[in-house]
């Protein structure tokens, strides 16, 4: 398939974990406008998605493992096989690493890890028992590569997430199964708003070669590339979608 016709996401299932706000928030809209079926799952429900008829709302916690098989179950009993992923949930802390506690680390890694890396194997395992190939897309981070003070836990649940993706890529690219990740640089969400409703914003603002923080918008074409068959031939790769911002070091 070659074309502006590779790029599109028309007709295919696609979830999104995480989906009620932030980045995945987005990532659902841009989805639905163009045409998927777009599969929420979250712990809470987003307004937004209950008037849209080809958003389906699942209410399910990745890390309860049944939480993850009854999401997947709903979403291909009412839509088909899921053949296109987003592993999106995720939390943060902002905390120092002399005063990181492991209960914090542990909840850290058993959301941002865990549960991407398992709804990826329940989304892996369906594919390929249905005979067909897909594509995963997990969200990673600048700060996997360059962590700033305060982010030793997020930062180095990132840098596995960035592992794990070019692992599965490279076990499941025989099932045409692909694996890739985005990582955002600094979008003002629900997630970081502890620092950014504070000085930081402006300091980033600043430090970013394109003076400005990432809109919900930005991710777009990533999203987008990832998703549909204009990808096809990609795999084990990390976009990075930060205006340049991890350049300065």
Same mark, same amino acid.
């Given at each position: 398939?070659?074309?502006?016709?590779? #790029?599109?996401?028309?007709?295919?299932?696609?979830?999104?974990?995480?989906?009620?706000? =932030?980045?995945?928030?987005?990532?659902?809209?841009?989805?639905?406008?163009?045409?998927?079926?777009?599969?929420?799952?979250? !712990?809470?429900?987003?307004?937004? &998605?209950? &008037?849209?008829?080809?958003?389906?709302?699942?209410?399910?916690?990745?890390?309860?493992?049944?939480?993850?098989? !009854?999401?997947?179950?709903?979403?291909?009993?009412?839509?088909?096989?899921?053949?296109?992923?987003?592993?999106?949930?995720?939390?943060?802390?902002?905390?120092?690493? %002399?005063?990181?506690?492991?209960?914090? %680390?542990?909840?850290?890694?058993?959301?941002?890890?865990?549960?991407?890396?398992?709804?990826?194997?329940?989304?892996?395992?369906?594919?390929?028992?249905?005979?067909?190939?897909?594509? *995963?897309?997990?969200?990673?981070? *600048? %700060?996997?590569?360059?962590?700033?003070?305060?982010?030793?836990?997020?930062?180095?649940?990132?840098?596995?997430?960035?592992?794990?993706?070019?692992?599965?890529?490279?076990?499941?690219?025989?099932?045409?199964?692909?694996?890739?990740?985005?990582?955002?640089?600094?979008?003002?969400?629900?997630?970081?708003?502890? *620092?950014?409703?504070? +000085?930081?914003?402006?300091?980033?603002? =600043?430090?970013? +070669?394109? !003076? !400005?923080?990432?809109? +919900?918008?930005?991710?777009? =074409?990533?999203? %987008? #590339?990832?998703?549909?068959?204009?990808?096809?031939?990609?795999?084990?790769? @990390?976009?990075? @979608?930060? =205006?340049?911002?991890? #350049?300065?070091?």
């Amino acid at each position: 398939m070659t074309g502006a016709s590779s #790029l599109s996401v028309a007709g295919k299932t696609i979830a999104v974990t995480g989906g009620s706000s =932030g980045l995945g928030l987005r990532m659902v809209q841009v989805l639905a406008a163009h045409g998927a079926h777009v599969v929420s799952i979250s !712990r809470t429900s987003a307004p937004d &998605h209950e &008037h849209s008829p080809n958003i389906l709302n699942i209410l399910a916690d990745v890390t309860v493992a049944a939480d993850i098989g !009854r999401a997947f179950d709903e979403a291909e009993e009412r839509l088909g096989t899921v053949t296109v992923v987003f592993n999106n949930a995720g939390v943060a802390t902002m905390e120092r690493a %002399l005063t990181t506690t492991r209960e914090q %680390l542990r909840h850290i890694f058993e959301v941002n890890v865990e549960g991407a890396f398992f709804v990826a194997q329940e989304a892996a395992k369906r594919m390929i028992a249905a005979g067909v190939g897909g594509s *995963i897309i997990n969200s990673s981070s *600048i %700060l996997a590569d360059a962590p700033v003070k305060g982010s030793a836990g997020y930062a180095m649940s990132k840098a596995a997430i960035s592992q794990m993706t070019r692992s599965l890529a490279l076990e499941w690219a025989s099932h045409a199964i692909r694996v890739n990740a985005i990582a955002p640089g600094w979008f003002p969400t629900r997630i970081n708003e502890s *620092i950014m409703n504070g +000085p930081a914003q402006g300091f980033l603002k =600043g430090k970013n +070669p394109m !003076r !400005r923080l990432g809109d +919900p918008e930005d991710i777009d =074409g990533a999203v %987008l #590339l990832l998703a549909s068959d204009a990808s096809s031939y990609i795999t084990g790769t @990390v976009i990075t @979608v930060d =205006g340049g911002h991890s #350049l300065q070091g």
